[in-house]
Structure formats: C-alpha cells, structure tokens
Nanobody, 115 residues
C-alpha cells in the first residue's frame, strides 16, 4: 500500500505561482512513477505532469514551459512548481503513484486562479 498526501493548493491571482507537494509513505520502494493530475468541474481527470523512477518527465502540452515536476533525493516526495498560472489552471490537483501497474491517488488539493 502507498499513501499519498498533497499540500500547497490555494487561491492565487493570474500570473502567480504555487508549489504543490505530495508526500508518499508505505511501500514506496517499488513505485515506478509519480505524477499530478487535475480535474476541473464537469471535466475528466487529466494528466498534468509525471516523473519516472529514472527521472524522465512528461508534461501536458498546456503546462509545458510553465510547470515543473521534481522529486526529493529520497524520491518519497514529488513537487509541482506552477508558474504563470491562469484561470484555466483552476482545478482539483491529485497526486498519483504507479506501483506494479496499480494506481494510488491522493485526496486532492484545490487550486483556484482568479483573473
């Protein structure tokens, strides 16, 4: 089992920045990848960014150049640095971990960007 706890969401004005954190605990030794998804009201949950255990990253086109995903040295915490935020980034952001092909999710953290 893997437990994921997100933090760092909140309200920010357009053009501002936020940094999300996700702390993983439990059986984290075999996590293949971690990432962030987001879900806006009435929309499906979409990938924002992901990072593999080898350090390769993947970003949604809409956030490339603005968001950066990273992990700490122990690879038990994943971060999402979000810059140049726009109202279109408003959503609940969920931390995700893949372990042996099984998906684990955090409880989500709200990010609201005001215009």
């Amino acid at each position: 089992q893997v437990q994921l706890v997100e933090s760092g969401g909140g309200l920010v004005q357009a053009g501002g920045s936020l940094r999300l954190s996700c702390a993983a605990s439990g059986s984290i030794g075999s996590i293949n990848a971690m990432g962030w998804y987001r879900q806006a009201p009435g929309k499906k949950r979409d990938l924002v960014a992901a990072i593999s255990s080898a350090g390769s990253t993947n970003y949604a086109d809409s956030v490339k150049g603005r968001f950066t995903i990273s992990t700490n040295n122990f690879k038990n915490t994943v971060y999402l640095q979000m810059n140049s935020l726009s109202p279109e980034d408003t959503a609940v952001y969920y931390c995700h971990a893949d372990r042996y092909g099984y998906a684990y999710w955090g409880q989500g953290t709200q990010v609201t960007v005001s215009s």
